[in-house]
């Protein structure tokens, strides 16, 4: 499996970003891609999840309202809309892939890091 990122960049308080993940080498459809970000001195944390089908997402409190998640099959695509960036919305953002996790009583997204099996080399946004 691989996974790339690009399109970050340096971008005024308030401004907006896409980034996409370009994504290969699956052998099942049924898995999970997730943003994930990670600034120094924190722990990464997730951004936004969805399910490669496409109707099932979740997104951090922080984000929520302001960022969306997207996926391209055809295109084998994965992208984050961000919109009215904060300076705290700097770091390193890493897409991700994984399969779905067991809660106890039934099967669901996964969202933490650990999560996550497969890992792009990231690409910085910087709001200032």
């Known amino acids: 499996v691989q996974l790339v990122e690009s399109g970050g960049g340096s971008v005024q308080t308030g401004g907006s970003l896409r980034l996409s993940c370009s994504y290969s080498?699956?052998?099942?459809?049924?898995?999970?891609l997730g943003w994930f970000r990670q600034s120094p001195g924190k722990e990464r944390e997730e951004v936004a999840t969805i399910y490669v089908g496409g109707w099932s997402t979740h997104y951090a409190a922080s984000v929520k309202g302001r960022f969306a998640i997207s996926v391209d099959n055809a295109k084998t695509t994965l992208f984050l809309q961000m919109g009215n960036l904060k300076i705290e919305d700097t770091a390193m953002y890493y897409c991700a892939a994984g399969n779905e996790v067991w809660y106890g009583d039934h099967w669901g997204l996964p969202n933490r890091p650990q999560d996550y099996n497969y890992w792009g080399q990231g690409t910085q946004v910087t709001v200032s």
């Open positions: 080498g699956f052998t099942h459809s049924r898995y999970y």
